[in-house]
T-cell receptor, first 114, second 116 residues
Framework: DQQVKQNSPSLSVQEGRISILNCDYT??????FLWYKKYPAEGPTFLIS?????DKNEDGRFTVFLNKSAKHLSLHIVPSQPGDSAVYFC?????????????FGKGTLLTVNP | NAGVTQTPKFRVLKTGQSMTLLCAQD?????MYWYRQDPGMGLRLIHY???????AKGEVPDGYNVSRLKKQNFLLGLESAAPSQTSVYFC???????????????FGNGTRLTVT
């Protein structure tokens, strides 16, 4: 039973356009949400996060949106650059429960074409 | 700072052999984790540690053992390797997590293990 779903295994966009990566979760107890980026042969690196008390968090070209009623979050990258090509993992946590544990989605491979 | 360092980077084992994966972090993090990544499965937590001398089971602990004798090191052991343990293993660390404070995980670059 998947608690975190990234329904698009891959996404291809043109350089300069917007990339939108989506993530859905099932448990309303999750209250902290993160995006990680992973290049081949490297470990995931933290990109951006958002707490459930917010609906938007922005960091440069990256913005994460949270829709708690829909249990949906998305990552927007504007403008997309070829160096953004990587696998993006959504991760969620229940800070009040077993707060050590991050639950990851299966990832979306983003390809940004020059 | 090296961050999180994993050794070895690659290993091939035969079924039934044993091995230990080493993870070292130089960030003075309290929490350490072992994950495995399989195609189409995302990252799954094997074991974790909330401090020196402590370990606990994650989602997929069977077939693995861990030890945290020193704060900076977290070892993952396979006593009798099976083909189902063919995977990429990632170690991660973080500062102490709290109900009002969330510290991102810092990952190593992974160990690719093949069991034949």
């Amino acid at each position: 039973d998947q608690q975190v779903k990234q329904n698009s295994p891959s996404l291809s966009v043109q350089e300069g356009r917007i990339s939108i990566l989506n993530c859905d979760y099932t448990n309303s107890m999750f209250d902290y949400f993160l995006w990680y980026k992973k290049y081949p042969a490297e470990g995931p690196t933290f990109l951006i996060s958002i707490s459930s008390i917010k609906d938007k968090n922005e960091d440069g070209r990256f913005t994460v949106f949270l829709n708690k009623s829909a249990k949906h979050l998305s990552l927007h990258i504007v403008p997309s650059q070829p160096g953004d090509s990587a696998v993006y993992f959504c991760a969620v946590k229940n800070s009040g429960g077993s707060n050590y544990k991050l639950t990851f989605g299966k990832g979306t491979l983003l390809t940004v074409n020059p | 700072n090296a961050g999180v360092t994993q050794t070895p980077k690659f290993r091939v084992l035969k079924t039934g052999q044993s091995m230990t994966l080493l993870c070292a972090q130089d960030m003075n993090h309290e929490y350490m984790y072992w994950y495995r990544q399989d195609p189409g499965m995302g990252l799954r937590l094997i074991h974790y540690s909330v401090g020196e001398g402590t370990t606990a089971k994650g989602e997929v602990p069977d077939g693995y053992n861990v030890s945290r004798l020193k704060k900076q090191n977290f070892l993952l052991g396979l006593e009798s390797a099976a083909p189902s343990q063919t995977s990429v293993y990632f170690c991660a660390s973080s500062y102490r997590q709290g109900s009002s404070y969330n510290s991102p995980l810092h990952f190593g670059n992974g160990t690719r293990l093949t069991v034949t």
